[in-house]
């Protein structure tokens, strides 16, 4: 088979503002960083999802983005993480929902790959965490908790807890924004995969579950691959993922599906954002909110979507 180039586009939330300049530029620095190491995994030859697992690994250890280390907290006080991986070249989704006290959700997801029950919660993905060997982790930061005790000492008057990240530390009480982190490569057999992982809103109610383990905010196969953010239920009622990857894989280019995909999500009033490659190597991303946190590796050039306008945008490169 003839080596492709490859592409890695990687995602830590939309929403409604990244704040001050000093954390774009920390932002910035970060997401290039990430996607420079998935690149480089790439080229060597890894597989798409393995290239993925390790982008999700390592947004997931920064707590800047509401996914692993540095999750936001349910109403209860506790995190509880949910991640999807898909191999679009198997067509193959693996996931699991509200899972607590693990390191790296993605890696739960990608160990379900192979297996015939492919998506797991709560009690069965403590008890997979426990068949894996993994150790306990605490993925709670101080400013996390700080955070969730300003919501209780104001009865919790938020809905939830925002979807941006965040480069630098917010003062206690302030609007804090945090993001779902997800990476979507294509490796140089031309193979794709997608990958998400989150903390979910923040503040939502025992049992909620995120898009984030769901084909609507993930979703590959061998055509293209899509990985979303932002409000997870906004994203179900689109079935954003799956809508885009279906609209190219019928013969739409990437271009008009992002284009009437994210035109009608501004028709029903959704806000989210969402990333994606084609097998013929378009990246692409669109977004309906006035931020989205992007940042792509075309082969030869890294590029992000940090500074564009607000309000609705598609583009692809
Ligand atoms: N998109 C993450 C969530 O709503 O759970």
């Not at 993605?106 to 998506?119: G, S, T």
């Not at 480069?167 to 990476?183: D, F, K, L, Q, Y």
């Not at 590959?220 to 885009?244: F, K, M, Q, Y």
């Not at 009033?269 to 006035?290: M, N, P, V, Y």
Request: charged share 20%; with cysteine.
């Amino acid at each position: 088979m003839t080596q492709a180039l490859p592409k890695v586009i990687i995602h830590g939330g939309a929403g409604s503002s990244h704040g001050h300049k000093d954390r774009l530029v920390a932002l910035r620095e970060d997401l290039h960083s990430i996607v420079m190491q998935v690149y480089s995994k790439a080229a060597a030859g890894a597989s798409a999802r393995d290239c993925v697992v390790l982008g999700c690994q390592l947004m997931e250890d920064s707590p800047q983005y509401n996914a692993g280390y540095g999750s936001v907290l349910q109403s209860d006080g506790q995190v509880r993480m949910s991640a999807g991986l898909m191999d679009g070249e198997a067509q193959r989704f693996s996931g699991i929902i509200n899972v607590s006290r693990v390191r790296h959700p993605i890696d739960l997801a990608a160990y379900l790959q192979p297996f015939p029950d492919r998506v797991l919660s709560d009690l069965g993905a403590a008890e997979l965490a426990r068949e894996m060997g993994l150790p306990p982790f605490d993925p709670i930061t101080d400013l996390r908790l700080k955070e969730w005790m300003a919501e209780r000492a104001n009865n919790f008057q938020s809905t939830m807890a925002g979807v941006v990240a965040e480069a630098v530390e917010v003062p206690a009480g302030s609007e804090s924004r945090r993001g779902t982190i997800g990476v979507v490569v294509l490796d140089t057999n031309g193979h794709l995969a997608a990958g998400t992982s989150t903390g979910g809103k923040g503040l939502e109610r025992l049992g909620r579950v995120s898009d984030s383990a769901t084909v609507a905010g993930n979703y590959a196969n061998s055509v293209a691959a899509v990985s979303c953010t932002g409000i997870g239920e906004d994203i179900i009622d689109e079935c954003l993922a799956a809508r885009i990857v279906v609209r190219v894989t019928d013969g739409m280019a990437m271009a008009t599906a992002l284009e009437k995909s994210f035109a009608e999500a501004t028709e029903h009033g959704r806000d989210f954002g969402a990333i994606a490659l084609s097998q013929r190597g378009e990246i692409a991303w669109g977004k309906t909110s006035e931020v989205l946190i992007a940042a792509y590796h075309t082969g030869e050039v890294v590029g992000d979507t940090l500074e564009l306008n607000s309000g609705t945008l598609t583009g692809v490169v």
